[in-house]
């Protein structure tokens, strides 16, 4: 499902006025009752240009594929395409007797096959069209991006007539899931509780019912994706639910780029929460955190188009998007947090409002937003880098993307104030694969120049991120991976909530997540990955790893943050796959901590996804949790894990 946005929300609400939960104020709950009615026709406007160019693209702008019976094809045309879909056991190429394979048939049993004619609608060629390398590799990689389908093998044979039959071969992975999560991370947590089916009827569309609680968050609620509205290549998600301080709404009309060979795309995305921000105390004071209530509303709506060739693709884009952030009956509503117990708050002092007052700034800002980039990029299949024993597709090469956003005097809350500014993004990718390993770099600016006045001129929420992963391996050690990464991630002059910390599941493993508060992180990682064909491959995916993390903070102008110097971890786990082949892990983990005087406990730690590397992504949580605007080239293309 290339091109599902990470953040959404929906633009068609109805013209009421609700009090908020918290307040009592209508205009911090209700986002059209804070919009000046003048603009509301060109909102309108807006919402019915997009979707009526969403749903027209699949007939226009990317098919992407060569045909015409006229057409000459030097390699010949796809005669017939047969498609070769398995349940998540291939019963033909297992031999196990008795029970086991009692095991293996009833496993299919319980589960709903992908469905051959999804699996077609996938495809970027069909019968009767020329033969294209290309389009069967990318093919293979948007069958393989979808979380539902474990293998995606395509191949084409030779007839005597000069034509080609294409082998269309599939896998499926489990897509019936209970998730019940459960960590020992300063005590005995259940963080999921979730009932999840990735492929409903066999036709692609994923459903969920969900609580998931970690640290301040808490989520309940129904998701459901549609990834072929209406037979298009248009995407559907729709989600909503109650947060731990009010609610939430998203939802997202997109039309992705279809692979290298997409030409089009459309965005329009809606995103609204009651949230809670947790300022970690460190590990002193009568209390753990500081929480600020606050209200993220955001929207887009965004058009983008590619010129070039596949490996070679320059877009030019361009969008209006809207962001609200609202403290409403700040600093009445500051509460602080005993012993990471966010469902028990009382009342803050007076005096912590003056602390956390400079990040607290209401705003409402429209922007018109003009989107740049540059990818070069072509893709490997790797096997056992985040999986076990499980295949992902690699891009390697570089992509460049700039976005520039001007604020506009539009569409922004009433009696919020609106930002004069220029906003600016910029990412950097590249991906090489010397010998048998890999290394990535990747690199994200952002910032927002006030114009105007004097007074708070200049650059402000200023987010930076940049990271140096590597998977080292060794011809001789095929079943061994090194993983190694350098991470640094920093915010300067916010104004919107910011906090980093140097503990937790993807930092310094030996500490909590509430861990030395800060405003600037490095961290470094090395991790020895083994995976072993024992001790029943045929069922599950069976490995270990061993690693160490070292990583400090510097204080910056966050509030409650203080200089760290270095802290380390040492530790080890093991990790598992299920089904064989899986590009999912799970991994029960134990970490000790070094170099720290206080804190001697080694924490204990079970998720159900790879904690670090390419599958989990180089976005940093506490990062993504800052950051307000999600508008950029790379936001049209997600490639599949």
Known sequence: MEGSPGHVKPLLLRYISRPHPRTGNSREYDILTALDIRFRPLLAALVVVGSSLVLAGAAAAQSGTPGGAETPCPEGRISNVFIDNHSIYDLEQIGAPGAARRFYEIANALHVKTRAAFIRSELLFHEGECYDPLLLSESGRILRSYPFIARADLFAVAQPDGTK???????????????????????????????KEEDVLGRGIQATLFLRQRQER?????????????????????????????????????????????????????????????????????????????????????????????????????????????????????????????????????????????????????????????????????????????????QLGTDVGLTVGRSINALSASGLPSSNDLYARGRFFFGSHPGTSYIFFNANVEGRDVLGDSSGRGWHDVIGEVDVYSYLRSPGTP??????????????AMQSPFQLTLGGRSSV????????????????????????????????????????????????????????????????????????????????????????????SPVFRVTLYELLGLATGFADPQLDRSRRITVGPDYFTQEGG
């Open 165 to 195: 039959h294409v082998v269309v071969d599939t896998q499926d992975e489990w897509t019936t899931k209970v998730d019940l999560g459960v960590s020992v991370d300063g005590g005995l947590t259940l963080e999921t509780l979730q009932l």
């Open 218 to 394: 808490k989520d309940a609620g129904a998701r459901v994706a549609f990834p072929r509205l209406l037979g298009t290549r248009t995407n559907l998600l729709l989600s909503a639910g109650r947060t731990r301080d009010g609610r939430f709404r998203e939802e997202a009309l997109t039309y992705p780029f279809v692979g290298e060979i997409g030409r089009f795309a459309v965005r329009q995305t809606y995103l609204r929460r009651d949230e809670l921000f947790p300022y970690s105390v460190g590990m002193g004071g009568g209390f753990s955190h500081v929480l600020l209530p606050y209200l993220d509303d955001r929207l887009e709506v965004s058009f983008a188009g590619r010129i070039g060739r596949p490996g070679k693709l320059t877009l030019m884009g361009f969008g209006v998007s809207r962001e609200t952030l609202d403290f409403a009956g700040f600093p009445g509503t500051l509460a602080i947090a005993h012993n990471s117990d966010f469902g028990a708050p009382a009342p803050a002092p007076d005096s912590l409002s003056n602390v956390v007052a400079p990040q607290a700034m209401a705003t409402s800002t429209t922007r018109v937003d003009v989107l740049l980039g540059q990818r070069n990029l072509r893709f490997v299949r790797a096997r056992g880098l985040d999986p076990l024993n499980g295949e992902q597709d690699i």
């Open 479 to 492: 079943h061994q991976t090194v993983f190694a990464r350098v991470s640094g991630a920093g915010g300067w």
């Open 509 to 600: 493993r030996g500490f909590r997540e509430r861990d030395f508060p800060g405003a600037r992180r490095l961290i470094a990682t090395v991790e020895d990955r083994v995976f072993l064909s024992w001790p029943a491959p045929d069922i599950v995916d069976f490995g270990f790893t061993l690693f160490a993390d070292a990583g400090r903070v510097w204080r910056g102008d966050v509030p409650f943050s203080a200089t760290s110097g270095w802290k380390a971890a040492v530790g080890g786990g093991i990790r598992l796959g299920f089904p064989p082949g899986s590009r999912l892990v799970a991994r029960m983990d134990l970490a000790f901590p070094l170099l720290d005087t206080v804190r001697r």
